[in-house]
C-alpha cells in the first residue's frame, strides 16, 4: 500500500510543533519536524499574540519538512486554543497584533454584558459555558472601550483560521473553531444574529463557516518558493485543538468521557446533539462543534496552567524537571488544603504559588509553603475536579461513565493518572498523547480519502499507539476529602 504524508501544525498557549504523519497499512507514526515556544506577549498593560512570529515558526516547519526530511506533504492542517481572534482590513492586512485571552479587559465583561442580553438567554442561544474571554465577551469589551480597530475591521479570523488565511489568502471560519466565541447556534453551522446585535458587533465581520475536513485553499506562490513546497491544499482540519484530540480518542460504544489534559482540562463527553438546558446553564456546561456532526459536552477547567505558572516561577531560582515536580509531590501528606481550580484569581495570577497560598489562607485552610505542598495541593484539586464533574455530567444524561479517556500531555502524568482512576473508581486510559496532532492529522487523511469516517479514524489510532489502562485501587480516603472539596468556591 501507498504512503500518504500529512504535516500537522499544532499551536498551544506556550509552544507549538509541526508533526510528520506518515499513514501506511492502517497505522499513524508521527515524526516532530520544529518545535518552537509561544507566549503571551505585554504591551502598555494589555497582552496579545505574536501572530506574525507564529506564522514564520509555521513555515520553518514546513521548509524543515521538505528540506530535511525531503517529504513533500500531501496537505497541511493547523489547530490553535479557541477564542482568540484577529481582525483584517478591507485590504487584506492583519489590523494589529490579535489579543489573548488571558488580557484583563475582559475582567467585568460577562456581568456587563448581562445587562444587555439575560444570562439565561445568551446561554440558550449559544450553549456555551461562561468565560470572560470567550470571543462574545472579548468583542464586547472592546467595542465597549472604543478600539478603533473595529471601525476598520471587515474580516474576524479565529486563531486558525488567521493561519490559513495567511497561507492561502483565503477567509473561512472553521466550525470546531467558531463554535468556542459564543456566537453560534448549538450544534449548528450558523451565526447567531441576537448575540452579535446585543454586543454591537456586525455579523457581516464574520465569514463562511466551514465543516472540518474541508479544503481551505492552496498554499501561496510565494510561500512555496520560501519552504521549497509544491502547491498544496490547506485543509480546515477540527481546528479547535480540543476538537482535533477528541477525535483522535481511540475508543468505541457508549458510556466513556475523555479528559483532553493541557493548559486545560477539557472534561466532557461526545454527544449526537448539544444539552442546552436551564440545568446546563447552572452547571456552566458547553457545547462545542465537534468532527461529524458531534457536540462536544464538556466543561473547561484551568487545568496544567496552574503547575505551569509554578514552575515559571520557581524556575527563577533553580530550572525544575517536571518529574521533578511529580516527585516532591508525592514526598508530602496529601489532601493538606485545596483550591477550586476555576476561580478567577488563577487566571492570570502573575504569581502563581502566591495566589494558592492567598487562596488556602482566605479559606481557613493549611497554608502550603513548600513546592511539593503546593504541586499535591493542584493534583489533589485537579482530581477532585475531574470527580465532581463527571458526577455533573451522569446527572445531566442519566448514565454513568464507565471508563475515562486522558489524551495530551496530561497523560505522561502516571501519578495524576492513578490518582484520577482511584477518586473516580474507574478505569482510566491513558493516551494518545499526543492527541491533538493526531486527530489533525487524520482529519487531513479524511480531507483526501485516506480514511472514511470517524469510526475509522479511531481504528487506526488504537493500532498505532500504546494506551496504558490504570485501575482503579484507592488507598487514600477520596471520599471525605472529596465532601471538604465541594465545600470550596
Request: hydrophobic letters at 40%; charged letters at 20%; glycine letters at 6%.
Amino acid at each position: 500500500m501507498s504512503k500518504n504524508y500529512f504535516l500537522a501544525f499544532d499551536l498551544g498557549a506556550s509552544s507549538g510543533r509541526a508533526i510528520l504523519g506518515t499513514l501506511e497499512n492502517g497505522k499513524l507514526t508521527l515524526a516532530e519536524v520544529h518545535r518552537f515556544k509561544n507566549q503571551m506577549t505585554r504591551i502598555h498593560g494589555s497582552y496579545y499574540w505574536n501572530i506574525y512570529s507564529l506564522f514564520d515558526e509555521l513555515k520553518t516547519g514546513l521548509k524543515k519538512c521538505v528540506s530535511e526530511h525531503g517529504i513533500q506533504p500531501e496537505s497541511i492542517g493547523v489547530d490553535t486554543w479557541g477564542v482568540d481572534y484577529s481582525l483584517v482590513s478591507k485590504s487584506g492586512q492583519l489590523i494589529g497584533l490579535p489579543f489573548a485571552y488571558r488580557d484583563h479587559r475582559t475582567d467585568t465583561a460577562i456581568n456587563d454584558f448581562f445587562k444587555v442580553l439575560a444570562k439565561n438567554e445568551t446561554y440558550l442561544l449559544s450553549g456555551i459555558q461562561f468565560m470572560q474571554f470567550n470571543t462574545l465577551f472579548q468583542l464586547f469589551a472592546s467595542k465597549k472601550e472604543k478600539h478603533s480597530r473595529l471601525n476598520i475591521a471587515e474580516s474576524l479570523l479565529f486563531t486558525p483560521d488567521t493561519l490559513n488565511y495567511l497561507f492561502t489568502g483565503v477567509k473561512k471560519n472553521e466550525y470546531t473553531i467558531a463554535s468556542t466565541s459564543q456566537l453560534v447556534k448549538p450544534g449548528k453551522a450558523e451565526w447567531e444574529p441576537i448575540l452579535f446585535d446585543a454586543a454591537e458587533i456586525s455579523s457581516e465581520l464574520v465569514e463562511e463557516i466551514i465543516q472540518p475536513g474541508t479544503e481551505v485553499g492552496k498554499i501561496l506562490p510565494e510561500i512555496q518558493e520560501e519552504t521549497g513546497s509544491m502547491e498544496i491544499p490547506c485543509i480546515a482540519v477540527a481546528s479547535h485543538d480540543t476538537a482535533s484530540a477528541i477525535a483522535s480518542v481511540p475508543t468505541d460504544g457508549e458510556n466513556w468521557a475523555y479528559l483532553s489534559s493541557g493548559t486545560w482540562s477539557l472534561l466532557g463527553i461526545e454527544s449526537t446533539v448539544p444539552l442546552v438546558s436551564e440545568q446546563t446553564l447552572e452547571m456552566n456546561f458547553t457545547n462545542e462543534g465537534g468532527v461529524d456532526g458531534t457536540t462536544r459536552f464538556l466543561k473547561n477547567i484551568m487545568g496544567m496552567w496552574l503547575i505551569q505558572e509554578c514552575k515559571r516561577i520557581w524556575d527563577k531560582e533553580q530550572i525544575l524537571e517536571w518529574s521533578e515536580i511529580v516527585d516532591l509531590s508525592k514526598d508530602v501528606i496529601p489532601f493538606q488544603c485545596f483550591i477550586n481550580p476555576d476561580n478567577q484569581m488563577f487566571l492570570n495570577p502573575g504569581d502563581m504559588p502566591k495566589a494558592i497560598q492567598e487562596y488556602c489562607k482566605n479559606s481557613n485552610q493549611t497554608i502550603p509553603e513548600t513546592k511539593g505542598e503546593i504541586a499535591r495541593c493542584i493534583y489533589d484539586s485537579l482530581v477532585l475536579k475531574y470527580k465532581f464533574t463527571i458526577q455533573q455530567i451522569e446527572t445531566v444524561t442519566g448514565k454513568p461513565i464507565e471508563r475515562l479517556h486522558i489524551i495530551g500531555g496530561g497523560a505522561h502524568n502516571k501519578m495524576m493518572n492513578q490518582l484520577t482512576a482511584d477518586a473516580l473508581g474507574i478505569p482510566v486510559f491513558a493516551g494518545p498523547t499526543e492527541a491533538t496532532a493526531t486527530g489533525n492529522l487524520m482529519m487531513q487523511a479524511k480531507a483526501v480519502g485516506a480514511v472514511n469516517s470517524l469510526a475509522e479514524i479511531r481504528e487506526v489510532i488504537k493500532n498505532s499507539f500504546d494506551i496504558i489502562e490504570y485501575l482503579s485501587s484507592p488507598q487514600l480516603d477520596w471520599e471525605s476529602a472529596y465532601l471538604r472539596f465541594k465545600q470550596l468556591s
